[in-house]
T-cell receptor, first 109, second 115 residues
Framework: KNEVEQSPQNLTAQEGEFITINCSYS?????LHWLQQHPGGGIVSLFM?????KKHGRLIATINIQEKHSSLHITASHPRDSAVYIC???????????WGAGTKLIIKP | EPEVTQTPSHQVTQMGQEVILRCVPI?????FYWYRQILGQKVEFLVS????????KSEIFDDQFSVERPDGSNFTLKIRSTKLEDSAMYFC?????????????FGQGTRLTVV
């Protein structure tokens, strides 16, 4: 069983739509990370959460520790948001990052 | 804004050759990591490094791999005798403490192609 599960695997939407990507995990964590991987492969850290909610521009990330679940939302989506979004968790036992498989997002103009 | 830089961005090498992937972490960071992503697969942890020694390594990080911080600024990953299955994107990351709730910063990656 994967320790970090993301859904959906692929998501195609029209420009302007509200996007939600989900992440569930099964291990004890100290933090959850949302990262963006560009088509060229580079990885950018978007958020790191240990509780509650964070907002940066059109991106919002939430986490529910009790339910072991996090969501990444994009408001007013734009074609430049097209990328792979990866959820990763820092395990509280050994500080390692456990990575999800990623959600490939395509925003059509 | 400080950033982690990796060179080269793309390297093609023949099977059996040695390669060295270079990373310059953020200057006041103390913990360094290498990850790899085989095309179409998840990112995988390779190794973490602190105080000039390996802190943890995965089962992927076998005797063919080594890391070092030769000069206080570079952090290198060496693959001694590359295999076709070493073809992947390799990412370096750094953070300034081992405290769990600090962010790691990632380089743009080196795409290694073994032919």
């Amino acid at each position: 069983k994967n320790e970090v599960e993301q859904s959906p695997q692929n998501l195609t939407a029209q420009e302007g739509e509200f996007i939600t990507i989900n992440c569930s995990y099964s291990v004890g964590i100290s933090a959850l990370h949302w990262l963006q991987q560009h088509p060229g492969g580079g990885i950018v850290s978007l958020f790191m959460l240990s509780s509650g909610k964070k907002k940066h521009g059109r991106l919002i990330a939430t986490i529910n520790i009790q339910e072991k679940h996090s969501s990444l939302h994009i408001t007013a989506s734009h074609p430049r948001d097209s990328a792979v979004y990866i959820c990763a968790v820092t395990m509280d036992s050994n500080y390692q990052l456990i990575w999800g498989a990623g959600t490939k997002l395509i925003i059509k103009p | 804004e400080p950033e982690v830089t990796q060179t080269p961005s793309h390297q093609v090498t023949q099977m059996g050759q040695e390669v060295i992937l270079r990373c310059v972490p953020i200057s006041n960071h103390l913990y360094f990591y290498w990850y790899r992503q085989i095309l179409g697969q998840k990112v995988e942890f390779l190794v973490s490094f602190y105080n000039n020694e390996i802190s943890e390594k995965s089962e992927i990080f076998d005797d063919q791999f080594s890391v070092e911080r030769p000069d206080g600024s570079n952090f290198t990953l060496k693959i001694r005798s590359t295999k076709l299955e070493d073809s992947a994107m390799y990412f370096c990351a750094s953070r300034n403490t081992r405290i769990m709730n600090t962010e790691a910063f990632f380089g743009q990656g080196t795409r290694l192609t073994v032919v």
